[in-house]
């Protein structure tokens, strides 16, 4: 059972757009931690996507975007490429833990 | 270019133990702090610990206190986990990551940020 929760999987078609969602709790996202995304080829290192909510290190294109509100955030991905088909996960930390959390991840499937 | 290299891959026997090494290249080894992170085949990445690669302080998830330690050397700008008491739910892939947004552990009180970049992982099987 993870701590953040996202959908198992979403798909969209070359060119539409998709949002991935991460939910979380009071201890969490809910106190103003930062969320961070990251994707996973197969088979590969996960990699950082988005960082601090909604920062982007350099190197991964605009067509990726994070957002954060209360107790969740979001990732959208826009024009979606066959190249974007990978898992992604959320991270944040936990104060009632006292330690770094990860969403379940979601599998990206480009139609 | 940063870089975090790992170990090669481990088979051992349940009950044994395995160090998994992480060497750093790019950037001072101990300016930056390093996580453990595991990822059993099909699942999600599970946190195991933090090290301060400066101070030597560390912080080991719950679910794994008291069977994982992380150690560094400072000279060679190498991590270290040890898992001990392995079992098969242990066979997984495991990554050293850096911590990259100021995250810190001090009296009681942690905090941790983005992870970025990580090793290319090492597998880990637990099999008689």
């Known amino acids: 059972q993870s701590v953040l929760t996202q959908p198992p999987s979403v798909s969209g078609a070359p060119g539409q757009r998709v949002t991935i969602s991460c939910s979380g709790s009071s201890s969490n996202i809910g106190s103003h931690f930062d969320v961070h995304w990251y994707q996973q080829l197969p088979r590969t290192a996960p990699k950082l996507l988005i960082y601090?909510?909604?920062n982007r290190p350099s190197g991964v294109p605009d067509r990726f975007s994070g957002s954060r509100s209360g107790t969740s955030a979001s990732l959208a991905i826009s024009g979606l490429q066959a190249e974007d088909e990978a898992d992604y996960y959320c991270?944040?930390?936990?104060?009632?833990?006292?330690?770094?959390?990860f969403g379940g991840g979601t599998k990206l499937t480009v139609l | 270019q940063v870089q975090l290299v790992q170990s090669g891959a481990e088979v051992k026997n349940p009950g044994a133990s395995v160090r998994i090494s992480c060497k750093a290249s790019g950037y001072t080894f101990t300016n930056y702090a390093m996580h453990w992170v595991r990822q059993a085949p099909g699942q999600r990445l599970e946190w195991m610990g933090w090290?301060?690669?400066?101070?030597?302080?560390?912080k080991y998830s719950q679910e794994f206190q008291g069977r994982v330690t992380i150690t560094r050397d400072t000279s060679a700008s190498t991590g270290y986990m040890e898992l001990s008491s392995l079992r098969s739910e242990d066979t997984a892939v495991y990554f050293c990551a850096r911590e990259s947004g100021g995250g810190y552990c001090t009296g009681g009180s942690c905090y941790f940020s983005w992870f970025d970049p990580w090793g290319q992982g090492t597998l880990v099987t637990v099999s008689s």
């Open positions: 090290i301060n690669t400066g101070s030597g302080n560390r």
């Open positions: 601090a909510n909604n």
């Open positions: 991270q944040s930390y936990d104060s009632s833990l006292s330690a770094s959390v």
